[in-house]
């Protein structure tokens, strides 16, 4: 695993999930030079879609084949499909349902009116990562996995203080008392998190400013779990200037 963890301050947010959409776009061309397909984890929140629909509003988005994109989802709200507070529906709204992506590439966690028993969800969306694995593998490799950071420093649905950050003997598990509502929901775990050749977290707000100082100072992953995303290739922390305000400068890269 790599220790190369890069800051990457943005005046605001707007430029902020611009900035990232191009560098996505950028990357993915590259990815698809080298791989016959690629491997996307998405994140809901504001950033998360803001990002999406600045991919979508690129004139460079029509660069990629995104026939050759499988995109799948760190976390997300054990709620009734089509309900707002899904993940999926507001990548979609974003950015999935404007591109020529094939909907069986498109992997998202079961909704509750799905399968409504919330542990063989977690079984069901384990399984699909495992038939998508190459061989001898429990999920596949995932080029790009974009996460959220929460102002307590939860990333996916991995909260401090929760048994769930330290699970490592399963690739998706329940979660039942979410202190963020809903209060349900399924999440990867961090293993799976950290095996993800890039993480990129998009952070924006003067309230993550602590959470990503704590995590970057090296924190607990039991108190600070952003503190523990770490990918095998490039970790990178695209942030606005309020979010960074507790970064030492040592740490923060010139944007370019």
């Known amino acids: 695993m790599t220790t190369d963890r890069r800051v990457l301050v943005h005046p605001d947010k707007e430029s902020l999930a611009g900035s990232v959409a191009a560098r996505f776009i950028t990357k993915v061309i590259d990815i698809l030079d080298e791989f016959e397909e690629a491997n996307i984890v998405l994140t809901g929140g504001t950033m998360g879609s803001a990002v999406l629909a600045a991919i979508k509003a690129s004139p460079a988005s029509d660069t990629i084949d995104w026939s050759r994109i499988n995109f799948w989802w760190g976390d997300e709200r ?99 008392n979410s202190p963020k509502p809903p209060p349900l929901r399924l999440t990867l775990t961090l293993p799976v998190i950290q095996s993800a050749d890039r993480i990129w977290m998009v952070l924006a707000g003067a309230d993550k400013a602590s959470a990503l100082g704590l995590a970057l100072a090296g924190a607990s992953i039991d108190e600070v779990p952003v503190a523990g995303a770490e990918g095998r290739k490039r970790t990178v922390f695209f942030v606005d200037r309020e979010a960074a305000a507790e970064v030492p400068q040592s740490l923060i890269a010139p944007s370019y």
Do not use: C, W
Request: aromatic letters at 8%; charged letters at 30%; hydrophobic letters at 40%.
């Open 78 to 176: 054990f709620v009734p499909k089509g309900d707002p507070d899904r993940n999926d529906l507001q990548a979609r709204e974003a950015l999935l349902d404007h591109i020529p992506v094939d909907e069986s590439r498109v992997h998202a966690f079961p909704a509750s009116d799905e399968i409504a028993d919330i542990d063989e969800a977690a079984r069901s969306y384990a399984r699909e990562l495992a038939e998508a694995a190459p061989d001898g593998a429990d999920y596949p490799r995932f080029d790009i996995m974009f996460l959220g950071v929460g102002p307590d420093g939860h990333i996916a649905s991995l909260f401090p203080g929760h048994d769930e950050i330290r699970i490592t003997d399963a690739t998706v598990v329940p979660v039942r």
